[in-house]
């Protein structure tokens, strides 16, 4: 088994070649990529959840749900006001309601797989139709255990579980999802846990110093009467004086 060597921004990498920008799993040949990547095709990717929206559906039926993913590769830890702060969308498309992620807190990671690529309003998006065999996991970054360093022994190379209704079955590891798109999953844990392992430290530390909500994403007063109804905002405000409500 190749050793993989942590970089800090969530994804390991082998020894050589130095500066490989993915990860591959030799057994399944599944290639994991950085939000930054420049892929035009489908991708695997893990990020960061920094907001969450809850599913919709559209006119014709379908379940759309978004969320807003962050990663070593797009956002650094530190200053609060860099202009040129990125994020990534994550969009999945689903037939059912149950089909879509529903986070238990921000902060969570997602994995995705096979997205499709693209770009919107300067943000990479990537499309996630679980209609067409695209999937998605959902795990928690600060489970008991996880950061302690050591392994459980109930670890294996290869993992394929199921939960009821996707949700986490008892007595599995750190490193499984807590809720998934479908019945079963599988984890390369020779990729998965070093690539887990490393997103969740970064991520320990970026909410150690930055805001959970980038300051950048927040409106300003001034501009909420031209939002359109129905539009849900964040708002940073200072409370000048609290009316008590009469309920009558």
Same mark, same amino acid.
């Given at each position: 088994?190749?050793?993989?060597?942590?970089?800090?921004?969530?994804?390991?990498?082998?020894?050589?070649?130095?500066?490989?920008?993915?990860?591959?799993?030799?057994?399944?040949?599944?290639?994991?990529?950085?939000?930054?990547?420049?892929?035009?095709?489908?991708?695997?990717?893990?990020?960061?959840?920094?907001?969450?929206?809850?599913?919709?559906?559209?006119?014709?039926?379908?379940?759309?749900? +978004? /969320?807003?993913?962050?990663?070593?590769?797009?956002?650094?830890? &530190? !200053?609060?006001?860099?202009? @040129?702060? =990125?994020?990534?969308?994550?969009?999945?498309?689903?037939?059912?309601?149950?089909?879509?992620?529903?986070?238990?807190?921000?902060?969570?990671?997602?994995?995705?797989?096979?997205?499709?690529?693209?770009?919107?309003?300067?943000?990479?998006?990537?499309?996630?139709?679980?209609?067409?065999?695209?999937?998605? +996991? /959902?795990?928690?970054?600060?489970?008991?255990?996880?950061?302690? &360093? !050591?392994?459980?022994?109930? @670890?294996? =190379?290869?993992?394929?579980?199921?939960?009821?209704?996707?949700?986490?079955?008892?007595?599995?590891?750190?490193?499984?999802?807590?809720?998934?798109?479908?019945?079963?999953?599988?984890?390369?844990?020779?990729?998965?846990?070093?690539?887990?392992?490393?997103?969740?430290?970064?991520?320990?530390?970026?909410?150690?110093?930055?805001?959970?909500?980038?300051?950048?994403?927040?409106?300003?007063?001034?501009?909420?009467?031209?939002? =359109?109804?129905?539009?849900?905002?964040?708002?940073?405000?200072?409370?000048?004086?609290?009316?008590?409500?009469?309920?009558?």
């Amino acid at each position: 088994m190749t050793t993989m060597i942590s970089t800090g921004g969530g994804y390991p990498k082998p020894p050589s070649p130095a500066n490989s920008s993915t990860v591959c799993a030799d057994r399944k040949k599944m290639k994991y990529h950085p939000l930054n990547t420049t892929e035009q095709e489908q991708v695997n990717i893990y990020g960061v959840i920094i907001d969450a929206a809850y599913p919709v559906q559209s006119n014709k039926g379908k379940w759309i749900c +978004s /969320l807003k993913v962050i990663d070593g590769s797009c956002c650094s830890i &530190g !200053d609060e006001r860099v202009k @040129d702060y =990125e994020f990534a969308v994550v969009i999945i498309y689903a037939t059912r309601f149950e089909e879509c992620p529903i986070v238990r807190q921000i902060g969570d990671i997602i994995r995705v797989h096979r997205a499709n690529v693209k770009e919107y309003k300067g943000h990479r998006q990537f499309h996630v139709n679980v209609s067409y065999n695209a999937s998605w +996991s /959902l795990f928690e970054t600060n489970p008991k255990h996880a950061l302690k &360093g !050591d392994d459980s022994a109930s @670890d294996t =190379e290869m993992r394929d579980d199921q939960g009821e209704d996707g949700e986490q079955a008892p007595g599995q590891t750190d490193y499984d999802p807590y809720k998934h798109s479908s019945k079963n999953y599988s984890l390369d844990m020779s990729v998965h846990k070093g690539v887990l392992k490393a997103l969740r430290k970064w991520a320990c530390r970026y909410f150690a110093e930055n805001m959970i909500t980038h300051i950048s994403l927040f409106t300003p007063l001034k501009q909420v009467p031209n939002i =359109e109804k129905g539009r849900d905002i964040d708002l940073l405000v200072k409370v000048l004086k609290v009316h008590e409500k009469d309920e009558q």
